[in-house]
């Protein structure tokens, strides 16, 4: 069954940006969309979640979610819904920040905490189905993981110092930092009767091996060795974390974090909020950890249930191969769906000058009743392996290298090639960077079904940062489509042709009545290397003739 009012959900265009990436801050951008050339521009507003309070992976290690005081205020939030705006915002359901209350009180009073079960305790998880590590994790029974995917390589845990010197390994799927504070002379002064020459070059020898990555219990001290264990135990104890960790569903405390962190976005005006790393929270010994049945499917009924509650609808958010059909699940279950696929089979349509897979999935999208979010670019990349069973392996391999000759960068998973990767450009740079072809791309998504989420870079005709990635270090190639822009850029782009014609297009989506879930999407007879689409709703209807050879295209209203 669909959720409570889904038949009233807007099908206008969205937005989509961090709170900093269009001037600064969220008071920029509502002074942005309050200029005249954004007027009736977009229905809704997608904020990424460095609006809350977070650390790490830009957002998305949550530390709780009230609002970013240095990007965001109550006022902010109250200018974009005068504006007409809705909002669309981030529940990351798996995990939460080592920073957040429930870990850090676990970390303060161990097994007193009140918070204990809150996260996967991943020895009590596994215990009587594996065998204990010398550094006192439980290694599981190779059966029972054969069907888990890890997205790094080893175990995915995180070793945990309690207040009494007992180490817990916690279920740890994403991002993790540990770091040790550097000491200096009277650190070590304080714990020994070291003299202050020694504990000088002590303390020297120590940080230079932390400097270089070397864990304490390893460090070389050399001719101080007699000190190990009084260095071990300071730098132990002090100890400290950044990283993502797994919550305890079976926890009745998570569901209550459930439950309040809904009425929160809600209090902040939620329309949508979309549902990150779900498919990753459910964990049975011997299952799947990723999409796990019916274990995945139980948690979104209960999800939505207090999502009803507050009158929000949901967006789960998953990559999955097109083969798969886990997105018409998803859309079989009453949720909304992302369209994941459109912006691979726009470069695809552009680069064979075809639009039968194009149409292919239009009627695919009419013909299972899918509700969609739509769009081009994105935070993350252009998932190009979701592909596949739409596209042929070497067509998919085709738009990769592609795109990477254009200054792409593909990420796969710790070495492991074509199991799960995005390639990461901006749309503009992946569209080899004209604006005709832009235009054209923009032009096709406010003529597809759903409702579409236009990524702030690409509004903006923005090229790939390599500039960014490399400042960014390992691990920083999603940087290439995330460059902040200024208030100066922002008015510059607002002269260029390729921006004010894409605000046209993306109002006429927002404005014109031909348009909407409601309404009527009829794919029209054309030449292969043409894509005709007419919406219709009573009177109104608004027709695109698209030329992919040309890329150019048409639009008539009635």
């Keep these: 069954m669909e959720q409570p009012g889904f038949e009233t959900l807007s099908a206008g265009p969205m937005l989509n940006a961090y709170p900093d990436s269009m001037g600064g801050t969220l008071g920029d951008i509502v002074l942005f969309l309050q200029r005249p050339e954004l007027k009736d521009v977009f229905q809704a507003f997608y904020i990424l979640p460095s609006l809350f309070n977070t650390d790490l992976d830009r957002g ?57 079960d809150f996260f996967i305790n991943w020895n009590t998880f596994w215990a009587g189905k594996g065998h204990m590590h010398p550094e006192g994790y439980i290694e599981p029974d190779p059966e029972l993981i054969k069907d888990m995917f890890f997205r790094k390589p080893g175990l995915p ?43 000088q070059a002590l303390s020297s020898r120590i940080n230079a091996a932390l400097d270089a990555g070397v864990k304490p219990a390893n460090i070389d001290l050399g001719r101080f060795e007699p000190y190990r264990e009084t260095v071990t135990e300071i730098l132990e104890s002090r100890r400290k974390y950044l990283g993502q960790m797994d919550l305890n569903i079976k926890s009745s405390l998570v569901w209550d974090f459930y439950a309040d962190t809904l009425h929160k976005l809600a209090g902040y005006g939620a329309q949508i909020v979309r549902l990150d790393a779900f498919a990753y929270a459910p964990k049975e010994p011997g299952e799947k950890n990723f999409l796990n049945e019916p274990g995945t499917w139980d948690l979104l009924e209960q999800v939505r249930q207090l999502a009803d509650q507050e009158q929000v609808h949901l967006l789960p958010e998953i990559h999955s191969r097109y083969e798969e059909k886990i997105h018409e699940k998803i859309a079989e279950k009453g949720y909304l769906t992302y369209d994941f696929f459109l912006p691979g089979l726009v470069i695809d349509a552009f680069e064979r000058q075809t639009s039968s897979q194009l149409k292919k999935w239009i009627l695919d999208i009419q013909e299972k009743g899918l509700r969609t979010v739509n769009m081009l670019g994105c935070h993350d990349g252009i998932p190009l392996l979701d592909l596949k069973g739409l596209l042929a392996d070497e067509q998919i391999e085709q738009l990769i ?117 409601d309404a009527i999407l009829t794919v029209l007879p054309s030449e292969e290397h043409e894509l005709k689409l007419q919406w219709q709703r009573q009177s109104h209807t608004a027709t695109l003739d698209a030329n992919l050879k040309t890329y150019t295209y048409s639009i008539q209203i009635s």
């Design 401 to 517: 290298q592609t795109v990477v000759r254009r200054g792409g960068y593909v990420k796969d998973l710790h070495g492991a090639k074509n199991i799960y990767y995005q390639v990461n450009a901006t749309y503009y740079s992946a569209l080899g960077e004209d604006d005709q072809k832009l235009l054209l791309a923009r032009a096709i998504q406010m003529f597809m079904p759903g409702k579409p989420q236009i990524w702030y870079l690409d509004l903006m005709a923005g090229k790939n940062d390599h500039a960014a990635v490399k400042q960014a270090g390992p691990g920083g190639h999603k940087e290439i489509n995330r460059t902040n822009l200024s208030q100066a850029q922002l008015e510059e782009g607002l002269h260029q042709s390729v921006v004010t014609r894409q605000l046209e297009l993306i109002r006429l989506r927002n404005t014109c009545p031909a348009f909407g879930f």
């Design 60 to 116: 998305f290690s949550v530390i709780d979610y009230n609002l970013n005081e240095l990007l965001a205020t109550p006022s902010d939030l109250k200018a974009l819904s005068e504006l007409g705006i809705a909002f669309k915002f981030d529940f990351i359901l798996n995990h939460a920040s080592v920073l957040s209350h429930p870990f850090q009180d676990i970390l303060e009073k161990g097994e007193a905490s009140e918070f204990k």
């Design 157 to 199: 845990i995180l070793m945990v110092r309690m207040p009494d010197g007992k180490e817990v390994p916690y279920w740890n799927t994403f991002y993790q930092e540990v770091s040790y504070p550097r000491l200096d002379a009277q650190d070590l002064m304080r714990a020994t009767t070291i003299q202050y020459a020694t504990a």
